[in-house]
Nanobody, 125 residues
Framework: QVQLIESGGGLVQAGGSLRLSCAAS????????MGWFRQAPGKEREFVAV????????YYSDSVKGRFTISRDSAKNTVYLQMNSLKPEDTAVYYC??????????????????WGQGTQVTVSS
């Protein structure tokens, strides 16, 4: 499994921006599909974004499309989530996740093998 450490969460006003980072311990980082998920109080963990390998493709949930951008820096073994135009409903604990890529893009939490500890994002109205 890959060790993942998220950072960058915090408190921001609606309309503001945050950038989350997820540093991976695995030197074969480039073999992993990387995703971001979030979980609000009383709700199930939900898919936010995923990025593939190589010349990466990216996929987003409808709720964040056009506002969030996922990217990866292979030299730093790090994946990012740039969050713009934040809304109060974006408030959640955000988790980074990794899955050893085998050609399929996964958007369900159950498919991911490794998880970070989570970072809190709070958006005030």
């Amino acid at each position: 499994q890959v060790q993942l450490i998220e950072s960058g969460g915090g408190l921001v006003q609606a309309g503001g921006s945050l950038r989350l980072s997820c540093a991976a311990s695995e030197r074969t980082f480039n073999n992993y599909l990387m995703g971001w998920f979030r979980q609000a109080p009383g709700k199930e963990r939900e898919f936010v974004a995923v990025i593939t390998l190589g010349v990466p493709n990216t996929y987003y949930s409808d709720s964040v499309k056009g506002r969030f951008t996922i990217s990866r820096d292979s030299a730093k073994n790090t994946v990012y989530l740039q969050m713009n135009s934040l809304k109060p409903e974006d408030t959640a604990v955000y988790y980074c996740a990794a899955h050893l890529y085998a050609g399929v893009v996964h958007t369900t939490a159950e498919e991911y093998d490794s998880w970070g500890q989570g970072t809190q994002v709070t958006v005030s109205s």
